[in-house]
């Protein structure tokens, strides 16, 4: 929603600042302009990238629309769905989990945490990393190692598209050039004629140049900005759970193990210990 009020103020600023000084708005609207710079844009990034990254791109969009959706509510749930699963293990054994984490859709554990369910790659991490640990497959280092190993690759993801989107942004200012310089070859062509006609064809030239930076700076490259920001969002959050899971498997109590992770959080999304630890207490080991 906030990449839309962005998009709305450049926009309106732009245009509106161009009407104070009594721009015609008429000359901006340059169909062949908006042909060569947006043609040119959209074939040079599908000729740079495979199809699967161009496919991450329409995926990743509506994700930009939607915003970041951890914040301090994401947080509590995540740690209590953490404690609950921990003081269970400690109550029952490990063995006791076992369908849980194998089963997380239909698990009366796991189902209670509506947000961290509907997060499919949280879910896959978090009770992967307890499925090592039910079946003793490896060490408390071996784990935090597999869980380092997948939150960075999971980031190198992440960063796929925005760094494709910032690509694109950096050649537009450079193609706003090309329309501009196409725009002077037909104003050369009419050298002869009357200055007004010059002075139109000068106009829609420039209007490329325009067009180039004002796609550029103020749409491609803050949407690349937002889609890194909710990666690094993102990333946070499977920090938080790693370190929860890595702090338990090492023997910390529950209570200690989300201790852990809720350090992990930043301090604008990290729910107040005063306010978590007697919802922690609530939960009942099943």
């Keep these: ?12 600023c732009v245009i509106g600042g161009f009407l104070m000084i009594d721009g015609p708005l008429g000359v901006l609207l340059q169909p062949s ?7 040119a844009v959209i074939g040079a990034t599908i000729a740079a990238n495979p199809i699967k990254y161009l496919m991450r791109i329409l995926a990743s969009l509506p994700a930009a629309l939607k915003g970041s959706p951890y914040n301090k509510k994401t947080y509590t749930e995540v740690l209590r769905m953490q404690y609950d699963i921990f003081v269970n293990s400690k109550k029952g054994g490990l063995l006791s989990i076992e369908e849980d984490v194998n089963n997380p859709m239909s698990s009366s554990i796991f189902t209670q945490y509506p947000t961290f369910v509907a997060n499919h790659h949280a879910v896959d991490f978090f009770c992967d990393a307890m499925k090592m640990l039910v079946n003793g497959a490896c060490s408390p280092e071996e784990l935090e190692i597999m869980l380092e190993a997948e939150m960075e690759t999971h980031h190198d993801e992440g960063a796929i598209v925005p760094v494709l ?5 950096d050649a537009l200012p450079g193609l706003g050039i090309v329309a501009a310089v196409l725009g002077i070859v037909v104003t050369m062509q009419h050298l002869d004629g009357p200055p007004e006609e010059l002075g139109r064809h000068v ?11 004002l796609l550029s700076y103020g749409f491609l490259a803050p949407i690349a ?3 890194e920001n909710l990666a690094q969002d993102e990333g946070k959050y499977f920090g ?3 370190a929860g899971v890595v702090a338990f498997s090492n023997g910390a ?3 200690t193990a989300v201790e852990f992770a809720r350090k992990t959080i930043y301090s604008f999304d990290r729910p107040p210990s005063n306010e978590l630890e007697p919802m922690l207490k609530e939960i009942k080991p099943r």
């Design 33 to 39: 302009e908006f042909v060569v710079i947006g043609g």
């Design 203 to 213: 106009g829609a030239a420039l209007v490329g140049t325009f067009l180039g930076l």
């Design 225 to 227: 900005a937002n889609l």
């Design 253 to 255: 109590a529950p209570m």
């Design 1 to 12: 929603m906030f990449i839309i009020i962005g998009i709305i103020i450049v926009m309106g």
């Design 165 to 169: 989107l910032q690509r694109a942004s």
């Design 240 to 242: 938080c759970l790693k």
